[in-house]
């Protein structure tokens, strides 16, 4: 039984350059998320797919955050000209909706990202 | 939005019990969630609460009253490995999760 994975663990990279994490939620969930977390605070929420359709954005996800989950499994999330504020860790999760009902999330071990 | 306010820090000593208190404000309340998370690793799920009363799962516990806007979580028999943040989550409609700061529990021998 396999949890949520999450690549690359750690990703170092200088302002203004693009990064991409990947995130493979747990095989029978339909519902993905993601959050970010700095240090000291708990994860915020950015956006959420189900299946493949992204239904909500929060207004943290600024122009420059993209994120994609084409055939409704694993889902990319993609910083374009990344700023220093942007150092965080980055939190996948998924959860298995049905009828409606939506189960616990279960979170991935995140990727921390350092902007330089 | 959500109000969700929990202690920074709690310390205690290995064996006892700790009680995390978590309250609230929401306008769509679908659930309350604690979550375990050591430093530098994703938070891992403990319990759900979406009625009024107590859930036990071992040595964890957590009460609700959605009248009051309260949780909390209790942590008995107190082990090192115990010493984590523990995070106070309430599900606004059926998918966002709103979290609280973390309570950092530190256990002493």
């Known amino acids: 039984d396999t949890g949520v994975s999450q690549d690359p663990r750690h990703k170092i990279t200088k302002r203004g350059q693009n990064v991409t994490f990947r995130c493979d939620p747990i095989?029978?969930?339909?519902?993905l998320y993601w959050y970010r977390q700095t240090l000291g605070q708990g994860p915020e929420f950015l956006t959420y797919f189900q299946n493949e359709a992204q239904l909500e954005k929060s207004r943290l996800l600024s122009d420059r955050f993209s994120a994609e989950r084409p055939k409704g499994s694993f889902s990319t999330l993609e910083i374009q000209r990344t700023e220093q504020g942007d150092s965080a860790m980055y939190l996948c999760?998924?959860?298995?909706?049905?009828?409606?009902?939506?189960?616990?999330?279960?979170f991935g071990p995140g990727t921390r990202l350092t902007v330089l | 939005g959500q109000n969700i306010d929990q202690p920074t820090e709690m310390t205690a000593t290995e064996g006892a019990i700790v009680q995390i208190n978590c309250t609230y404000q929401?306008?769509?309340?679908?659930?309350l969630f604690w979550y375990q998370q050591h430093a530098g690793e994703a938070p891992t799920f403990l319990s759900y609460?979406?009625?009024?009363g107590l859930e036990e799962k071992g040595r964890f516990s957590s009460f609700l009253s959605r009248s009051k806007g309260y949780s909390y979580l209790l942590l008995k028999e107190l082990q090192m490995k115990d010493s984590a943040s523990y995070l106070c989550a309430v599900r606004d409609g059926d998918y966002k999760l709103s979290f609280g700061a973390g309570t950092t529990v530190t256990v002493r021998a």
């Open positions: 999760a998924s959860s298995f909706v049905v009828g409606g009902r939506s189960d616990t999330q279960y």
């Open positions: 929401t306008s769509g309340f679908n659930g």
């Open positions: 609460n979406v009625l009024d």
């Open positions: 095989s029978e969930h339909n519902r």
